[in-house]
């Protein structure tokens, strides 16, 4: 992992998600959720340190001068690579003269994927539960992660007669309900 973040890379970090300071920091607590759930929805291992260091980085590139037009959607392209090193990483640490238990870990294997089977279903459930207009959204906002979702973003914000900005606030509100509906969901399906 990279340095810490200095008070002076928080401060140029602050000032492009807005120049109001106390707007900036309300910007900053939300995109730090979001990036949070970004890596554990993706099962990478401690997503708050991950978060950290996305922010880390995109910090040191702006000390460097790099100017960020879109510092939101900068930052979830760091967290998307930080992800993928974290995800790769993890499978490259293990000792493969580790002394596993052969029935611990094919157990282990079972239960993440009876679990993630389960959070698929409550998933569905869960958008099912959406009124058609917030399902459509939600599925056409995250579709895929290709280039063309810029373009395909902009035609859904047109199309609904919104600005991007409250098409993504749309969506991430959408996002945070599906997200308490499909844990809420989930624990209740472990319970039983």
């Known amino acids: 992992m990279a340095t810490a973040l200095t008070a002076e890379a928080f401060t140029k970090l602050l000032a492009c998600l807005d120049p109001d300071r106390e707007r900036a920091g309300d910007k900053y607590e939300d995109l730090r959720r979001t990036l949070i759930r970004f890596f554990e929805w993706r099962g990478a291992p401690f997503p708050e340190d991950h978060t950290d260091e996305a922010f880390n980085r995109v910090a040191r590139r702006l000390g460097e001068g790099l100017e960020i037009r879109n510092i939101r959607g900068y930052c979830y392209e760091v967290a998307r690579l930080v992800c993928l090193e974290a995800l790769k990483g993890a499978d490259s640490k ?7 238990d052969q029935c611990a870990a094919a157990v282990a294997g079972v239960d993440e994927a009876v679990e993630r089977e389960i959070r698929l279903t409550c998933l569905d459930r869960c958008l099912d539960n959406l009124p058609a207009g917030g399902r459509k959204l939600i599925l056409e906002y995250y579709r895929d ?3 063309g979702r810029i373009d395909r973003r902009k035609a859904l914000a047109e199309t609904l007669k919104l600005n991007r900005e409250a098409l993504a606030n749309r969506a ?3 996002r945070g309900k599906l997200e308490q509906c499909v844990t809420r969901c989930f624990n209740n399906k472990m319970a039983i």
């Open 94 to 100: 293990r000792d493969p003269l580790e002394a596993d």
């Open 145 to 147: 992660e290709s280039r």
């Open 172 to 174: 991430q509100r959408l």
